[in-house]
């Protein structure tokens, strides 16, 4: 497949996943125990920081994922993306605290607030299979901070989190991808 077919493929792929996750979040009420799947992880997290997300455009909700962090007395990022060079950071955030709209209309901290490096990084995603494959917006945000991690020799534990109707039979994948390692969805938890 040549490079414009295939990135033709993943676009009409990532426009088909968003109607379909619209209209399934619409239709359904839906049992989120996203923050009971993850127990077993974070019962024997080591790290510094976890990197949750704000739900965005009918993503999964994480609210109750991020009251168990918390609870559980655990340091929390948000992905932030700078506008000087549209580099992905992550910076600390803790509940009540205000978040800003960001480059895309997603709430992030503001940006007085600390840079850190997340040991745990939960990313939103589109689709996923089973080998751990995952697709994200098109930016390559997250595949370009693993991708700098890794050249850090950095630990990182990656777990993608969607519902579990976003699972595919197999997603595109190009060599600037990343996998997962793990699989976070509101039915269940799972290694890639």
């Not at 930016?139 to 050249?151: L, P, Q, R, S, V």
């Amino acid at each position: 497949m040549s490079e414009p077919e295939y990135q033709f493929e993943k676009t009409a792929l990532r426009k088909f996943l968003l109607n379909r996750r619209s209209s399934y979040t619409k239709d359904q009420k839906i049992t989120n125990n996203l923050h009971i799947h993850i127990q077993p992880l974070i019962k024997s997290f080591g790290g510094n920081y976890v990197s949750v997300f704000q739900a965005y455009n009918n993503e999964i909700d994480t609210s109750e994922l991020i009251n168990y962090l918390l609870s559980r007395n655990i340091s929390i990022c948000l992905p932030s993306i700078l506008e000087s060079n549209k580099k992905m950071v992550f910076r600390t955030w803790s509940k009540g605290e205000n978040l800003i709209k960001g480059k895309f209309g997603i709430l992030e901290p503001e940006t007085s607030k600390e840079i850190v490096i997340p040991s745990i990084l939960l990313m939103p995603l589109l689709a996923f299979d089973e080998n751990g494959n995952r697709l994200g917006y098109g930016g390559g945000f997250y595949d370009k901070f693993i991708a700098e991690m890794e050249d850090k020799d950095q630990n990182l534990l990656k777990i993608g989190v969607a519902f579990s109707f976003q699972k595919i039979q197999q997603v595109p994948t190009d060599i600037h991808d990343k996998k997962l390692d793990w699989i976070l969805t509101e039915k269940y938890l799972y290694k890639a």
